[in-house]
């Protein structure tokens, strides 16, 4: 079993930056993939951003790069949101993957994602 607690949402104006946390704990495998995912109202849930700790690899989504990007402190997932847009509003999640996920794919999927958190909220607005 994996428990994932994501923290760090919140109201925040158009051009504002946040950061994410993602904290892992239980019993995970010694080298797994955090992915970051977010659902908008109405929309289905899109990847934004995942790290594969087998090499440290990471990907952000076509939608999100330059302004997102992910990164980890031991058991700490941390999404680093700049110049949010409205578009940006969303519950994001962390999930956790024990199957290696390519640093490349595109979109980012959801597949092996198999423990996931309750999300946070992130609202852009003015």
């Known amino acids: 079993q994996v428990q994932l607690v994501e923290s760090g949402g919140g109201l925040v104006q158009p051009g504002d930056s946040l950061t994410l946390s993602c904290a892992v704990s239980?019993?995970?495998?010694?080298?797994?993939?955090i992915g970051w995912f977010r659902q908008a109202p109405g929309k289905e849930r899109e990847g934004v951003a995942l790290?594969?700790?087998?090499?440290?690899s990471t990907d952000v989504d076509d939608a999100v790069k330059g302004r997102f990007s992910i990164t980890r402190d031991k058991d700490m997932f941390f999404l680093w949101a700049n110049n949010l847009t409205p578009e940006d509003t969303a519950v994001y999640f962390c999930?956790?993957?024990?199957?290696?996920?390519?640093?490349?794919?595109?979109?980012?999927?959801?597949?092996?994602?198999?423990?996931w958190g309750r999300g946070t909220q992130v609202t852009v607005s003015a």
């Open positions: 790290i594969n700790l087998s090499d440290r």
């Open positions: 239980g019993s995970p495998v010694e080298y797994y993939t």
């Open positions: 999930a956790y993957s024990e199957p290696y996920h390519l640093p490349t794919s595109q979109p980012i999927g959801d597949w092996g994602f198999t423990y």
